[in-house]
T-cell receptor, first 112, second 114 residues
Framework: QKEVEQDPGPLSVPEGAIVSLNCTYS??????FMWYRQYSRKGPELLMY????GNKEDGRFTAQVDKSSKYISLFIRDSQPSDSATYLC????????????FGQGTTLQVKP | GAGVSQSPSNKVTEKGKDVELRCDPI?????LYWYRQSLGQGLEFLIY????????KSGLPSDRFSAERTGGSVSTLTIQRTQQEDSAVYLC????????????FGDGTRLSIL
């Protein structure tokens, strides 16, 4: 079993829809959580970053962390065709290395 | 530029050859990471540098892989005697410090072994 599980999709939604992307994890020692967006042939781009349970909002994006359930989510409001990309969740344990463990990524397509 | 820079962007080489991949981190970032992204395995950690030291090399897949960092800045990942299974995208990231600091990625080097 992988430490971080993420449904690879693909997920297809109409423009303007609310998108929900999720990851579950097994290691209760994970302390901080990130969401990255990756376009084809580009590097991952940091979208959201949090180290506590609860919600964090930035524009159209909301990151949610539930440490008791070992579950994190990314919500995208008013989705746009430009949001079409692969979304990766990532988690870290130790402040000694900063090594991140990534989910497999979810491919999202937003149709005009 | 302000971001992480990697070169070359693409590299095609024959099996058995050595390759060197370069990473130029964001100025002022003391922590530097190498990851590998392949279709079957997703994004996997290879090595972490703090300054010029590598306290975590746990992700290097074999002794054919090595990395160094000089001047607390540029890093080079070297793969000796390349094998076809080394084909992947090699990504570099940097952060202000280790641990809780967010990591910023370059666009990677796409390595193909013939």
């Amino acid at each position: 079993q992988k430490e971080v599980e993420q449904d690879p999709g693909p997920l297809s939604v109409p423009e303007g829809a609310i998108v929900s992307l999720n990851c579950t994890y097994s290691n209760s020692a994970f302390q901080y959580f990130m969401w990255y967006r990756q376009y084809s042939r580009k590097g991952p781009e940091l979208l959201m970053y949090t180290y506590s349970s609860g919600n964090k909002e930035d524009g159209r994006f909301t990151a949610q962390v539930d440490k008791s359930s070992k579950y994190i989510s990314l919500f995208i409001r008013d989705s746009q065709p430009s949001d079409s990309a692969t979304y990766l969740c990532a988690m870290g344990v130790s402040s000694n290395t900063g090594k991140l463990i990534f989910g497999q990524g979810t491919t999202l397509q937003v149709k005009p | 530029g302000a971001g992480v820079s990697q070169s070359p962007s693409n590299k095609v080489t024959e099996k058995g050859k050595d390759v060197e991949l370069r990473c130029d981190p964001i100025s002022g970032h003391t922590a530097l990471y190498w990851y590998r992204q392949s279709l079957g395995q997703g994004l996997e950690f290879l090595i972490y540098f703090q300054g010029n030291s590598a306290p975590d090399k746990s992700g290097l897949p074999s002794d054919r892989f090595s990395a160094e960092r000089t001047g607390g800045s540029v890093s080079t990942l070297t793969i000796q005697r390349t094998q076809q299974e080394d084909s992947a995208v090699y990504l570099c990231a940097s952060s202000l410090d280790r641990g809780y600091q967010p990591q910023h990625f370059g666009d990677g080097t796409r390595l193909s072994i013939l």
